[in-house]
């Protein structure tokens, strides 16, 4: 079941942003706090699988962009909830949202540094700036579970890491205070 609402989540997403090529426009740009780039579907689903993603309840993404990975983790938890500053963005996520009715995705447009971390158990960042910006202190203040970070850059210096792999090619690194 989850495999196949993943497989038309992807798609969408796909024709969504070569939509956006048709247009002379690559599927990546800076916005008012960072830059927009999308993660890639199947090495988040990946992810999600591999770290057991059910076992947690209350997901968010930080700086969740288009809303991708927040749909693809509500297939998984009780919740799932991002928080994005770029409107185009936040308002795509909300139309892919109700395009496949997925009720328990919640999406907020506003800074995260306004957005109260303490109630998830688990979150979710793929860095746009060095964490030391203000990213960590606040993971350190407010986190209370787990932080799945994605990809090679902007890597947490003081949260301690309890694991790390490889998805095709991609540095995936799990972080506890
Ligand atoms: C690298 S993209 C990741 C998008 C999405 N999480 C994904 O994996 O596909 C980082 C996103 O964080 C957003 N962002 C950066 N700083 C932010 C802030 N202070 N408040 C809210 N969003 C922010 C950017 O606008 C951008 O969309």
């Known amino acids: 079941m989850n495999d196949a609402v993943f497989l038309q989540i992807k798609k969408e997403y796909d024709n969504f942003y070569r939509e956006l090529m048709r247009k002379g426009k690559l599927p990546m740009w800076s916005t008012s706090k960072g830059f927009w780039n999308a993660s890639i579907s199947d ?63 919640i999406f907020h447009n506003k800074d995260f540094f306004e957005h109260d971390f303490s109630k998830y158990d688990i979150l979710f960042s793929t860095p746009d700036a060095p964490l030391e910006r203000g990213l960590e202190n606040k993971l350190l203040k407010e986190m209370k579970g787990k932080l799945i970070h994605y990809g090679h850059h902007f890597r947490p210096k003081f949260l301690k890491k309890e694991d790390s792999f490889l998805v095709n090619g991609s540095l995936v690194s799990l972080y506890t205070k």
């Open 43 to 105: 090495e988040v689903y990946e992810v999600f699988k591999r770290i057991d993603l059910h076992q947690f309840n209350n997901f968010l993404d930080i700086g969740s962009g288009d809303g991708k990975v927040v749909l693809m983790a509500a297939l998984f938890c009780q919740s799932a909830e991002g928080v994005e500053i770029d409107e185009f963005l936040h308002n795509k996520a909300v139309e892919f949202k109700n395009k496949f009715n997925i009720k328990n995705a």
